[in-house]
Structure formats: C-alpha cells, structure tokens
C-alpha cells in the first residue's frame, strides 16, 4: 500500500469507529486501539502534508481558532414552531389541516430536543457548514467547532442526495454536563446553569481544541433541499440514519390524533428516563407534498406543531434556609424542605441562589413554595403559595455574618453573591482549599482524604496546605479512626507529592479562576511561580486564552502576604514551583524528521522562541525554502518570494497557532 491509500485506510476505519461509538454507541474496538490508529494518522497527515483533507477524523481533536464568527445566510430559513399545550389544542390544529388539504392525514411524532439548533450542509457527502440557527435567516457559520462533535458526521455513507441541509439540535447529555460542572467546582468557578445555554455558549467559544474537550452530541431530525429522494418525513428520518447520522430511535408514524396523543402521554412520563433534556414532542404532518399545500405562516411550519410538556411542579413547606460557605468564601443559601417527590426524585433541597432571589420571591422560612424541575438540574423554587403563608411572618433578613466564623460579609459591586473575606481564619474555606489541593487531579496526595483534611483542621493540625508537609507520624495517631499505618502512608503520601510537576501544583494552589487547563497555560508560559508571581495584569492578558478575570484573580492572589509566605514554604520544603530542568530537558520527538523554515512576524512567540520550540520538539530550522523543507511557519508580512517557492515546491504553510498545535 502507498502512502494515500495507507492514509485513506485509515481514515476509513477511523470513521466507521467513530460512527459504531458515538451513532450506533456500540464499539467495536478498544479506546486505546482506537487512539493508536489515530496517532498513526496523524503522524501520516503530518509527513504528508499533500494528503490533507478537511475532514479528516483527525480533525476532531480541534485546534482551529474563530476569532470572529461570520454571519451567513441560511439557504432555507429556520422556522420556528408553534407552541400547544394541550390535547384540544391538537385537535384545533388537526382540524385547520384537515380543511386546507385533500386526503388522509398522518403524522410524524418525534421529541423536542432542548438545545441549540443547528443546519448542517452537506455537499458531495461531506460536511461543508455548520450554521447557527439565529434569527432564522441568518446565523454564525461555527463550522470548526461543530467538526469537533463525534456523533456528527463529516463524510457520509450510503446514497445521499449531492446537495441538501440537515437540521438538528446540538445537545450536552445530563453526564457529561454534570462531570464538567465538578470540574468548575473544583476550579472555584460557578458551575453552569443549565445544559441547553452550556450547549449553545461552546458553539462559539474560539478555541476549538475547547469545544472537542465538552462531550457534545447532535441529534438530526429534517433534511431540506431540492429534489429530494424522500417522500415523508418519517421515511427522510430513516434514510438520515442510513447516511450516518444520529436521528433519536424515539420517533413514531401515527395514523390519527389518538395515536399521537399516546405518543405524547407515554413520552411525558418516560422522558426522565432519557440521556438529554426534552421539553416536547413536535407533530408533523408526514406527508411532504400535504406539508408543501399548507406552507407557512409569517414565523412558523402550518404543518407542524410543538405540543410542550408541563414542567413538573409541587409545592411543599420551606423548613428552613441555611447558608453553605464555599471554598473560595461564597455563600450560597440553601433551602431545606418538607421530602417531596419531583419527577420521580425525591427533593429534599433546593438552591436559593443569593440575596436577590430571596427578596425578589419574598421567600420566608415556614412558606409553602412550589418547586420546579424544568430545564436546570437542580430542582428550583419559583414562587410561594400566598394563601398559606403565616400572617405574622416577616421579610427574610439575609445573614449579615459568616455562618461558620462571624466575619461580616461582603458584596462586591456588580456580584450576586455575599462572600466570607476571612479567607486565612474561617474554617470551610480552610478545609476547601486543603481537599482541593490534596485532590486527584492536583497534587494527588494519596492516603489523605477529605474527611481527614477537615480532621487536621479541627483538630488545629495544620491551617494550610504547606502546614500539611512539617506533619508528623506522633501528631496524627491520636486522631479519630488513625493507627501507625494509616499515618505512616499518609506522611509517605505527602512526601511523594514533592515530584508532583508544577502545573498541577499550580493548579492544587487554588487560585480562583484558574482550572486544570489554565494552569496549564500559564506554567508553560511563565515556567516558574515567580516569573508568574511577577506578571502584571497587561502581560497575563496576553497569554493565550487567559481573559481579564483570570488575570486579576491571579494578580490579586499574588498580592496576598500570606499566600506568599505559603508559597515560599512550599518552595523550601521541596515542592515543584517550576518547570523542572529535566522536563526542560525531557525535549520530544514530535516534530522529527520534518524541517522548517520560519518567515513573518508572530504574535504570541517571538520568532526566535519559537525556532527554540522546533528545535526542542525534535524539528529542524533551515533558514531557506528548498525540496527538503516540510513546512513555513507563516507570521505577519512573510515575504512574497518565500510564499511563492513555497507554492511551486508544494511546502505545506502553517500558521503560528497551526505550529502551536501541532506541538501541543
Ligand atoms: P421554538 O424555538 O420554541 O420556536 O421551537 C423551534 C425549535 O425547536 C427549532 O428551531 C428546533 O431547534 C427545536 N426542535 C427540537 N426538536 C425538534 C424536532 N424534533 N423537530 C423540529 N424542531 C425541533
Ligand atoms: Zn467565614
């Protein structure tokens, strides 16, 4: 095999792979076959840089950057729907049908995904573009970010028409949502809403080797186009699966309104059942030529109906409200209720959010309040039942206090939330931060777990994350549950944190805002805590992906005495506040074998450093172009002449974020 079909091969299986795991949800191979394949293309792609093809499965890792997304025109228009709620609402609309076309009517029935639409276009069975839905007209073209969704195909099988739309919803399943939001937890950031906005805000993020990190699905359910080979919308369902698509098995051809309505009423129960979020079923005239007679409204499908389900709701009594205290100081207010059953949970809690909510409902303890579970995860409560509430009960009065400390809460301009300033001396923020810095994703201390953490604090054992390493066997085990072994590991645990590297550690020191990846970031920028610890606001800003938010968070933290100290402690007692001179060293073979020739000027590397990165990564820098460079990684103003020698020889030209990523 030469190298194209070796290459074609492979993305041939790579696909049918993608497609048994992420359509068909059946794997056939292992992740970590899987993985290697991938590799072996990548580094195939990356000899032979003439094979390119823009939808290779490679590309699904992302790395494309969309500064400004481009508004583009939809070939058709996305129509909204309109909304019923009831059955006699249905059989109004059955009826205006009726009148309008000749024949027997049926109907599709297919459930009303919540998330952010999207039309797909697809020509010569391959993806061209991914259009956000809009104002319907109109909408952002997202395309490198939507080929970073698995369950979307780029190249197509079967027999499909040469040109057509597909539209669909783009949608975070409940697990993969609720595993991102333990992540913000742990960053100290505010874990998101709800999945439906979490779904369209990715849609638009920049980076996306971003978007390829959140566990995004698509779910399609109408094919537009000319001269279609389908002649009902149940049938262009079916062939949208044979093309490669994920089109949801919920769907039904019903031959009357009763048969729809059993739709609707078997699927109002079971929809909790589902991996994703639904709000409704949508109706659809099945017949395309009945659907062409009837047409449209100034906003909306004739043919077509959302029939919504009622968000489930209860009311029960608010017992009391009590307020948590997180590990970055916020407070949230909790409200603890009378057990009640919701959608098949029981619920015994619900957030409060903050301050503002409380007033704005005029939420008091003893009230009865009626809770909600709609689209957000968290049951919420969204008024209270004035007919029962005690007459001689008062305003709540927001706690002024730390509930855990006594110190007064503060609240910054322009923020929701009351916080704890007393960040050394109150205890959960104490705690939180220790746990967070013993984390398995931070310094990953084994023989240490949370409960312990809060133990040592209690018990006046240590008052911070450095106090954790002057630890001693005779200190820990008096304490609760601990004997010689246990303590011993512990200690053992600590110790072998030291060899943990510096970007974990700077991600354990729990700097608000600063998350797995942005510690990432910033420790192979800056390379040493105190290169960071000496960054202004302006020069953090100017790292890549780091916003203003992170860049003060990060300032402010280093404007702290007290974390100073701490930090210089855990210098001396041996931690890695560094890239260590072996990793600097430990230089990597990515780039072997290919030359490079480096013309322009650069934004985010200066040209040398980056012939230093070509370098470290195993690469070769020649300063003219001949038959034996690989690539020309392009700046600002590269030189005309360069460009066209390039051309001629067919030397692959890169970008400096190409080269980033290539490297990354
Ligand atoms: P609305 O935004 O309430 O007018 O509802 C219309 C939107 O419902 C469409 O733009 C789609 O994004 C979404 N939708 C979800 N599931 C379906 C479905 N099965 N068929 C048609 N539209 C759907
Ligand atoms: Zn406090």
């Known amino acids: 095999m030469n190298i194209e079909q070796q290459i074609t091969t492979l993305r041939n299986e790579l696909r049918e792979h993608n497609y048994n795991y992420y359509v068909l949800d059946n794997p056939t191979i292992s992740d970590f076959e899987f993985d290697q394949k991938l590799k072996q293309l990548q580094e195939l792609e990356k000899a032979h840089p003439e094979f390119y093809d823009a939808n290779s499965p490679t590309l699904r890792v992302g790395g494309e950057i969309t500064k400004n997304f481009e508004t583009v025109p939809h070939t058709y228009r996305m129509y909204s729907l309109d909304n019923s709620y009831s059955k006699e609402d249905l059989e109004d609309w059955e009826k205006r049908i009726e009148k309008a076309v000749d024949g027997k009517v049926e109907f599709t029935c297919e459930l009303k995904y919540d998330g952010a639409s999207i039309s797909l276009t697809y020509e010569n069975g391959k993806l061209k573009k991914a259009i956000t ?54 960053a100290g950031e505010e874990p998101y809403r709800n999945p439906r906005n979490t779904a369209s805000g990715s849609l638009k993020l920049q980076d996306s080797a971003e978007v390829a990190k959140r566990p995004l699905d698509c779910l399609l359910y109408s094919i537009v186009g000319e001269k279609l080979p389908i002649k009902t919308q149940f049938e262009s369902l079916e062939k949208a699966r044979q093309w490669g698509f994920k089109v949801p098995e919920a769907a039904k051809l019903a031959k009357n309104l009763d048969e729809v309505l059993e739709f609707v009423n078997y699927w109002d129960v079971h929809r909790h059942e589902l991996p994703y979020e639904t709000d409704g079923v949508v109706v659809k005239v ?311 020739v480096v013309s322009g000027v650069f934004t985010k590397v200066s040209r040398d450093e980056l012939k230093k990165l070509i370098e470290d990564n195993g690469g070769k820098v020649s300063s003219s172009i001949s038959s034996k460079t690989n690539y020309v990684v392009a700046g600002d103003n590269m030189g005309p002449s360069k460009k066209t020698k390039a051309e001629s020889l067919g030397v692959a030209i890169i970008s400096e974020d190409d080269f980033l990523q290539m490297i990354s």
């Not at 490198?144 to 669909?168: C, E, H, M, W």
């Not at 304490?479 to 700077?506: D, H, T, W, Y």
Request: contains cysteine.
């Open 133 to 186: 839905r809009g104002d319907g007209f109109q909408g952002d073209d997202v395309t490198a970010n939507v080929k970073t969704i698995r369950s979307i195909p780029l190249q197509l099988k079967g027999d499909y028409p040469p040109l057509f739309d597909i539209r669909g919803e783009i949608v975070l399943p409940f697990e993969g949502f609720a595993k991102m939001n333990a992540e913000r937890v742990e």
């Open 286 to 596: 099945n017949n395309l030529q009945q659907q062409e007679e009837l047409g449209y409204t100034a906003k909306s499908p004739r043919w077509a109906m959302a029939y919504k389900f009622k968000a489930e709701q209860v009311s029960t009594v608010l017992n009391q409200i009590t307020y948590q205290v997180g590990r970055t100081g916020a407070i949230t207010p909790v409200a603890n209720l009378e057990p009640v059953e919701l959608a098949g949970t029981i619920v015994k809690r619900a957030s409060l959010h903050n301050a503002d909510q409380i007033a704005k409902l005029d939420i008091r303890e003893g009230d009865t309040v009626f809770v909600e579970k709609g689209g957000e995860i968290i049951p919420k409560i969204i008024g209270v039942d004035f007919t029962q509430r005690d007459p001689s009960s008062g305003p709540t009065e927001y706690i002024t206090e730390c509930p855990e400390c006594g110190t007064t809460l503060v609240r910054n301009d322009g923020e929701a939330q009351h916080y704890c300033p007393n960040t050394e001396g109150c205890p959960p923020q104490i705690i939180g931060r220790v746990q967070h810095f013993i984390s398995r994703k931070a310094m990953d201390i084994e023989g240490l777990g949370g409960e312990t953490v809060a133990l040592l604090v209690n018990n006046g054992l240590i008052n911070n994350y450095a106090d954790l390493y002057l630890l001693k066997e005779e200190q820990i085990i008096p304490l609760e549950r601990m004997a010689q072994k246990s303590a011993e590991n512990m200690i053992k645990g600590i110790e072998a944190s030291k060899e943990i590297p510096f970007e974990r550690v700077l991600f354990a020191l729990g700097i608000r805002y600063v998350g797995e990846t942005v510690a990432k970031k910033l420790a192979k920028h800056y390379k040493t805590i105190d290169a960071l610890r000496n960054a202004s606001e302006e020069e953090l800003t100017t790292v890549d992906e780091i916003g203003e938010r992170i860049a003060q968070s990060v300032v402010s933290f280093f404007a702290s005495e007290e974390n100073i100290a701490i930090i210089e402690r855990l210098k001396s007692y041996g931690v890695q506040l560094e890239i260590s001179a072996e990793k600097l060293a430990n230089q990597t073979d990515t780039l072997k074998g290919n030359t490079f």
